[in-house]
Structures are given as C-alpha cells and as structure tokens.
C-alpha cells in the first residue's frame, strides 16, 4: 500500500508540474526592452553661435592679426583687414577684433594675436549685413604721443569711409564711438538700395581714399584691399 500511495503521489506531482509548464507556455511572451535610438544632434539653427563657429571666428582674428603684426614689425602700422567667419555680425566681428588685439603668448605652438598697437579698419558682410570697426590706438589721436605727429580719430576715419554708402547713402547705425574705437552696422534695404556688399566695397575704397588725403599710402598705390602703410610712406618718421 505504502508503495502504491508513493506512487499516486509521484504522479500528482508529476501532473503539476506538467501542469505550471503548460501554463508558462501559455502565457505571452514580454517584450525585450527597446534600445534607446540615439538622436543625431539638433542642426544649428541660422545665426546661432555654437562653440565651434566661435573657435573659428577668433582662430581667424588671431591669424589675420599675425598678419598685420608681421607688417608692423617692418613699418605697416596702418591697415585694413577683410574677415569672412563673423558674417557681418558686429558682436561677432567683435569678437575677431578681441583675438587680433590679445598679447601674444610665446609659449604656445600656433602665435595668435598681437596686433593692438595696429591702426585698422576691419569689416566683415554677408547678403544681409555689414559690419565695421575702426580702431585707432591712443598715441595716433593725439599729435605729441607718436614720432609723426597725427591727430586723428576713430570716428574721423570712420565717417570718411562711410562717405559713399550705395542708394540713399544712409544706413550706417553708430553703435559705439570713441576717440581709438568706432563700431558700425549696416543692414540691407533693397528699396532704399542699401546693399551690404556693395557698401563694405565702397567703405573700402573711401577708407583708402581719405588714409591717402593723409599720406598714410604711397600717392601712386591704387590697392584699397587688405592694405598696409609702412614707415617710408609716413613722412617725418
């Protein structure tokens, strides 16, 4: 009898077991979790400045004013530089302006910088915009700080250059003016004929124009772009 009932028992446990299998089969299957896509990062939107447009507006400052450095290092302490990455955005052209003017660091593999003793005018367009600054350093506007005896200011550079704007020959918004520093926007008007690339042209040749009037270019120089003014064209240095 013993054996008998371990028997019955064995089977009884071997039907439930059966039992929970089938009951395991039954039930559906839950679903593995989903791999979470990476989303490709969001496209700058037009006009924004991400890090990387702001690394390559000052890297270009700070290799144009190596330029100009070079230049002045031979005598060309007067000139103009033409900038492309800060598309006629004054705060970003600014920008450009800071790196070009920071001391250079001896130390560094790439020399950036180091042209804040330069007198320059510095401009930067695109369809929509211009951007302008004149930067005088201080011993240029006064007559007794430098060897050659000039006096003259930012701004009077400034509003000789912005003397033939294009159409109704307005537009030029003064943002800042001083004495060594004059920041300028210019924004297009199609109705009015304000056109920025046509009136950074012009502002270039007034600029160059009026720096002849001061004997600041050789009379027979008819370049007006990214131009330098060396030692030998500066009468009593």
């Keep these: 009898k013993k054996k008998d009932e371990k028997k019955a028992d064995k089977k009884k446990d071997e039907k439930k077991a059966d039992k929970k299998k089938d009951e395991k089969k039954e039930q559906p ?18 006009g924004e400045l991400t890090e990387k447009k702001k690394k ?4 270009e400052g700070g290799k144009k004013a190596q330029d100009l450095a070079g230049m002045a290092d031979m005598g060309s302490l007067f000139q103009q530089a033409m900038l ?3 598309e006629g955005r004054l705060e970003w052209l600014s920008m450009a302006l800071d790196a070009m003017n920071v001391e ?11 042209a804040d003793k330069v007198a320059k005018i510095v401009l930067s367009a695109n369809d929509e915009r211009f951007a ?47 004495p060594t520093m004059v920041k300028i926007t210019y924004k297009k008007d199609a109705e009015a004929g304000r056109y920025p690339g046509k009136a950074k042209d012009n502002v270039s040749g007034a600029s160059f124009a ?4 001061k004997a600041l270019v050789p009379a027979d120089d008819d370049s007006d772009d990214d131009f330098v003014f060396g030692d030998d064209d500066m009468p009593g240095f």
Excluded at 29 to 46: M, R, S, Y
Excluded at 140 to 165: H, I, P, Q, S
Excluded at 210 to 213: K, S, Y
């Design 210 to 213: 009026w720096l002849r009037t």
């Design 84 to 86: 492309t990455e800060p």
């Design 56 to 59: 390559m507006i000052i890297k």
């Design 132 to 178: 302008c600054i004149v930067h005088v350093p201080e011993m240029y506007t006064v007559a007794d700080k430098n060897e050659r005896g000039y006096a003259f200011t930012a701004k009077e550079w400034a509003e000789a250059a912005f003397a033939t704007l294009p159409g109704d020959g307005k537009g030029a918004e003064y943002v800042l003016d001083t």
């Design 104 to 114: 250079v660091d001896p130390t560094a593999e790439e020399r950036k910088g180091g």
């Design 29 to 46: 299957k839950k679903d593995a979790p989903k791999k979470e896509e990476k989303k490709d990062a969001p496209a700058p939107v037009a």
